[in-house]
């Protein structure tokens, strides 16, 4: 058949469907990415108030999950379709000691444990000595972040950083850069 034939109003019709094909197409692709989105396996472990949620919104898009563990402590997260599975979840809401924290490692690509130096949480004090709890637990792979730093002393902060292995200084609503290069680095 020669298309130069064809009615008008036949052709019409085949550009008509392949605009909906293409449309069907388009939102089937934002549907599937939608569904297979993967979050930034992340966790990040602090005292309520020294900043996560903030944090977390500075290193990535997603819907976050903050669950309390003991003594104060908190746990946040991305919460995908793919991490943390939901045998991680159901683990993690039984922690209840720095000893427990240890499954974490099962599942995290990383894992932050964040400091305040100000005086807006636990005190200076009780965040360093857990943090250093986790550091026997986790070696290397705990990563230390010191935030608030555009409100605290400078007393504050060098007093974590005489007790605290390099940690990384940042304000979680303006530099969140410093952390973004440690976390890249680890992820190559």
């Not at 008509?16 to 993967?38: P, R, S």
């Not at 946040?76 to 045998?87: V, Y």
């Not at 949480?121 to 550091?135: C, M, R, T, V």
């Amino acid at each position: 058949m020669n298309l130069m034939f064809v009615e008008p109003v036949s052709i019409a019709h085949l550009i008509l469907l392949i605009f909906a094909i293409a449309f069907c197409f388009y939102i089937w692709k934002i549907l599937h990415l939608k569904m297979n989105y993967d979050v930034p396996k992340i966790f990040l472990i602090g005292f309520h108030g020294v900043g996560k949620k903030t944090i977390m919104r500075g290193l990535g898009d997603g819907k976050i999950k903050t669950y309390p563990l003991f003594k104060g402590l908190e746990i946040s997260f991305f919460d995908g379709k793919k991490f943390p599975p939901p045998e991680a979840r159901e683990r993690i809401k039984k922690i209840s000691s720095e000893e427990d924290l240890k499954i974490l490692k099962d599942y995290a690509g990383n894992l932050i444990y964040v400091l305040d130096a100000s005086k807006d949480s636990a005190s200076i004090k009780e965040q360093i000595d857990l943090f250093n709890n986790l550091e026997k637990i986790y070696g290397d792979e705990i990563i230390s972040v010191v935030n608030k730093i555009d409100i605290s002393d400078e007393k504050n902060i060098k007093y974590i950083e005489k007790r605290v292995q390099k940690p990384i200084k940042i304000s979680a609503n303006e530099n969140i850069r410093a952390l973004k290069d440690v976390l890249n680095k680890k992820s190559t």
